[in-house]
């Protein structure tokens, strides 16, 4: 998977709900599958398609039964996306959303399918964050194997791990923490989400157990007011001593992203704008207790796969799991922080697992669009087990907005 023929897959649409804190949350009495219907219909209305045209549905999940296989047929059905669609679900961890776009664009690069539609989803306040969820049982022999027991090692855990290891002090996470909800504030006063997040028609239980209906607009993790001082005071979340705390670490979230990838002869043919052509993908194993530094091993990778280094880069969407990884991988790779995460990461906006990638993508592009040039972004997270992911995108820019010449590639 490298070279000239990703330029032929194109992205033309990618809209996300807001993303709500689990459990407390906009969504909390909010059904997966109906947060990937209210996307599944949005992707659909803004590009016109009919239903009958996707040939293919692939959807990103990691913690529903069975990767969510049925539900996403629940989806597709409550969407209107006939039963001769097919679908199947994907988990490769917080990259699951990331890898279903890249599933669909294997199929049309491999001549399978010309259109098809990628998502993320998770409600974490349905299935929650667990390394022993019912029914999982641990293997007796887990002992004896460093790697396999360091992979089911809280990811908590291996924040601290990368804390200590690569010496990220509190201070630069805490520093990372108020940039993120400091940026995400901004974006949303801006409205620079509008384009990307798709309202949602919901239920809500009230404490007092009265139920109404809700209209939610916007991610609810965002604290606009979060400084040094008030993160300083927090405790640990996981270790005696230790420097990963609520404030600094990725909310705990529901929400889902949805994208229709094609070919660009399809695009063109069906008169679709390109909203973004994938131009790389890397994906990486690293250590399983230190999983956050996934991004600095497959972010080089997918850089050098797309011919491009750091500086061609105008956006990294970088997961913010937690602000130890981050800030190593962006200390690490020498990222200009003026480029990182410009609308605020997972720290402000929510990390719902399997939805992030798909997440990260709709941020991306949408941003680049605003922006209005022709211009390349990443999209990279690290993984629980031990890996990281990394996908380049350019935007091809609006006629006349740059002298650069439209990549046509
Ligand atoms: C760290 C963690 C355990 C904290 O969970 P939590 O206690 O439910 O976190 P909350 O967001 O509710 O914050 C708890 C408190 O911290 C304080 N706090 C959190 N963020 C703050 C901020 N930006 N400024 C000031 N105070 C803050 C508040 O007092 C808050 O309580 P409140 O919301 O009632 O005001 C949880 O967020 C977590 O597990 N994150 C990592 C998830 C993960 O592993 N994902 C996969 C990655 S690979």
């Known amino acids: 998977m490298r070279g000239a023929s990703f330029n032929d897959v194109v992205i033309v649409s990618a809209l996300r709900t807001p993303i ?160 993120s909800h400091a940026k995400a504030a901004r974006a949303q006063k801006n409205g620079y989400f509008k384009d990307e997040i798709v309202p949602v028609k919901t239920k809500i239980t009230d404490k007092d157990g009265k139920e109404r209906s809700i209209t939610v607009t916007a991610d609810d993790g965002v604290r606009p007011g979060t400084n040094m001082e008030t993160l300083s005071r927090l405790k640990p979340a996981f ?56 991004p600095a091993f497959a972010i080089p990778i997918a850089l050098q796969r797309a011919g491009l280094g750091i500086s061609d880069i105008d956006i990294f969407e970088l997961n913010e799991a937690f602000a130890s990884q981050a800030t190593y991988c962006v200390e690490k790779l020498g990222i200009p922080y003026e480029k990182l995460n410009p609308k605020g990461g997972a720290i402000a906006l929510g990390h719902p697992v399997g939805c992030t990638g798909a997440r990260q993508v709709a941020t991306l592009l949408h941003e680049l669009k605003r922006r209005g040039k022709r211009a390349y972004g990443v999209v990279s997270m690290c993984m629980g087990t031990g890996m990281g992911a990394a996908a380049v995108f350019e935007y091809p820019g609006q006629i006349g907005a740059d002298d650069r010449p439209m990549s046509r590639l």
Do not use: H
């Open 20 to 179: 709500c804190k689990a459990r407390r949350g906009s969504f909390k009495d909010t059904l997966p599958d109906d947060l990937l219907t209210c996307v599944f219909k949005a992707v659909l209305k803004e590009t016109g398609i009919a239903p009958s045209m996707i040939q293919d549905i692939c959807i990103g999940n990691v913690l529903q039964p069975s990767a969510g296989a049925s539900m996403g047929r629940v989806a597709q059905f409550f969407s209107g996306i006939p039963e001769t669609v097919p679908l199947y679900t994907t988990c490769r961890m917080c990259s699951s959303g990331l890898q279903a776009v890249i599933n669909i664009a294997q199929s049309i690069q491999t001549g399978m399918i010309d259109l098809g539609l990628a998502a993320g989803v998770e409600s974490l306040t349905i299935n929650p964050l667990s390394i022993a969820p019912p029914g999982f049982v641990v293997n007796p022999k887990v002992g004896e194997n460093k790697l396999a027991m360091d992979s089911l090692l809280p990811m908590g855990i291996t924040s601290e791990n990368v804390a200590e290891r690569y010496g990220i002090t509190r201070v630069q996470q805490d520093k990372m923490a108020v940039e």
């Open 239 to 294: 270790k005696p001593g230790g420097s990963t705390t609520a404030g600094n670490a990725s909310q705990v979230s529901d929400g889902a992203a949805a994208v229709i990838v094609t070919r660009r002869a399809t695009a063109d043919a069906l008169g679709l704008p390109v909203l973004g052509a994938l131009k790389s993908y890397a994906v990486v194993g690293v250590p399983p207790d230190v999983m956050g530094i996934g």
